[in-house]
T-cell receptor
């Protein structure tokens, strides 16, 4: 079974604090993702990494940065937490299968971190 | 128009009923499709990948209609444990980066 773990289930931080969220996967997946999920807005991609030290911005990268120093670990950093970053943060990893013509990327999620910024 | 649209529901059905969800996508270049389920306050979990000819896994059947740009999920003989939110997911261009999630359809199976 694929296992994706996140460092905390619940986190409470103050406005302006630097926040680190860590994600580890044990299946040697090349791709890793950070999403946030808010009621009515669904899952939104913050950042994506397709290899060690490689990253791409997602749809809502402002106020966030990421780090991927090892293949199994992908960290999300909130440089200066704000109340509008209160959310559920979900990490995912994926691998590729299929053919050259049609590829599938099944994503597996960690349990999520519910972050509250006060 | 949203890239992936789902009826948010809620769908309330009695145990044993058959229920179907539809999902439409706007990008005709979309290549692969998935259904995830998400329980309350939990992470999404992969339910099925949707293959071009449609596929079945026990009580669950997924179908794809490329011409009309929709995918469907059929659940037969609903169980109480099927109560969850079902997310339609579309991969736009064969890139791991470009997965788009629908907002989900909420299902409650009633005893």
């Amino acid at each position: 079974d694929v296992k994706v773990t996140q460092s905390s289930r619940y986190l409470v931080k103050r406005t302006g604090e630097k926040v680190f969220l860590e994600c580890v996967q044990d299946m040697d997946h090349e791709n890793m993702f950070w999403y946030r999920q808010d009621p009515g807005l669904g899952l939104r991609l913050i950042y994506f990494s397709y290899d060690v030290k490689m990253k791409e911005k997602g749809d809502i990268p402002e106020g966030y940065s990421v780090s991927r120093e090892k293949k199994e670990r992908f960290s999300l950093i909130l440089e200066s937490a704000s109340t509008n970053q209160t959310s559920m943060y979900l990490c995912a990893s994926s691998y590729t299968y299929g053919t050259a013509k049609l590829q599938y990327y099944e994503q597996y999620f960690g349990p999520g971190t519910r972050l509250t910024v006060t | 128009r949203k890239e992936v649209e789902q009826d948010p529901g809620p769908f309330n059905v009695p145990e044993g009923a058959t229920v179907a969800f539809n999902c439409t996508y706007s990008n005709s270049a979309s290549q692969s499709f998935f259904w995830y389920r998400q329980d309350c306050r939990k992470e999404p979990k992969l339910l099925m990948s949707v293959y071009s000819s449609g596929n079945e896994d026990g009580r669950f059947t997924a179908q794809l209609n490329r011409a009309s740009q929709y995918i469907s999920l059929l659940i037969r003989d609903s169980k109480l444990s099927d109560s969850a939110t079902y997310l339609c997911v579309v991969n736009q261009a064969g890139s791991a980066r470009q997965l788009t999630f629908g907002s989900g359809t909420q299902l409650t199976v009633l005893p």
